[in-house]
């Protein structure tokens, strides 16, 4: 059975959906997106990922193609359309460009259309090996562009740096820009550091997550010592633990860092704790 997404206005099975070539999506990566985990079929911060979108279709210029009900009212509705299929926890992905235009740098008239897509897929567990091994991870200089706070579909970038990772059998690629570590080629990065959990703060050069700040939330409720600062490579290398976050994986111990151990190599006690604080938080969630 094919899953249920929605285009332009309308629900229809994900194999049938259909854009033209001359959308500025397929052809400039002119466009932004949100990935949505739903739990329990309740969406997972939905209000905070509504106001990135927002932030973010604003900062390219791209008209709002919905209100905030309408939003949640579509992306609960592909929830609903999609528990026969995926169940009752799934993974949102949506996308808004700019619309069909003919092909020219500049932007296309204010008559055009923004293009809509909704998918879901089904989101699995992470294996259980994770909370034992923790996962390995490689630095790699930052090669994006300079407006990495936007989630641009415009990707290759991440692409290219994920891959570095998957070639020295790693899941993740953190970068360093000018110094300090930045972020994960697709995740925000977390390291304790004398007992404090630390993440590099907001702006151009990283991506404002949304797991990002729930961990800081949480670490202020449950009295853990968190604060944003930069992070040199050096103080990476001699972390006592670090982190890997996002919507979809979650909370990610890094255990192995360029073939080197982080700590003891092992997922740490902080980890242990927060992943204790965060998966109440998706239980509640749930029992809404």
């Avoid at 285009?7 to 949505?36: C, H, K, M, Q, W």
């Avoid at 390219?60 to 009212?73: C, D, F, G, H, Y």
């Avoid at 090996?129 to 490689?138: C, W």
């Avoid at 740490?268 to 029992?287: I, P, S, V």
Wanted: net charge negative; hydrophobic share 40%; proline share 6%.
């Amino acid at each position: 059975m094919s899953s249920i997404s929605y285009l332009n206005g309308t629900f229809l099975p994900a194999s049938e959906a259909r854009i033209s070539p001359l959308d500025r999506g397929f052809i400039f990566g002119d466009g932004i997106y949100e990935v949505i985990p739903a739990y329990g079929s309740k969406l997972f911060r939905l209000d905070e990922h509504l106001k990135r979108l927002d932030d973010n279709l604003a900062a390219v210029r791209i008209k709002q193609p919905l209100t905030n009900a309408e939003w949640k009212s579509v992306l609960n509705e592909i929830v609903t359309r999609n528990q026969p299929i995926h169940g009752d926890e799934q993974s949102i992905y949506l996308q808004v460009t700019r619309g069909v235009a003919a092909r020219d740098h500049g932007f296309p008239d204010d008559h055009v259309t923004p293009t809509l897509f909704i998918m879901s897929t089904a989101l699995k567990p992470l294996p259980a090996s994770i909370a034992e091994q923790g996962v390995a991870a490689i630095t790699h200089e930052d090669i994006r562009w300079k407006n990495c706070h936007i989630k641009s579909i415009s990707l290759l970038g991440n692409i290219l740096l994920r891959q570095h990772a998957y070639d020295d059998e790693a899941v993740e690629a953190v970068l360093i820009r000018d110094g300090e570590v930045t972020e994960g080629a697709a995740s925000n990065l977390f390291a304790v550091i004398d007992s404090e959990l630390i993440t590099p703060p907001k702006g151009p050069l990283l991506l404002p997550g949304i797991t990002r700040d729930l961990i800081l939330e949480l670490a202020q409720q449950h009295n853990i010592p968190a604060r944003e600062a930069s992070i040199t490579p050096a103080q990476l290398i001699n972390a006592d633990e670090a982190w890997l976050t996002s919507s979809t994986k979650e909370i990610l111990p890094v255990t192995m860092l360029d073939g080197a151990p982080v700590g003891n190599g092992k997922p740490g006690a902080l980890w242990q704790q927060m992943m204790q604080h965060y998966q109440a938080y998706k239980q509640q969630l749930r029992n809404m």
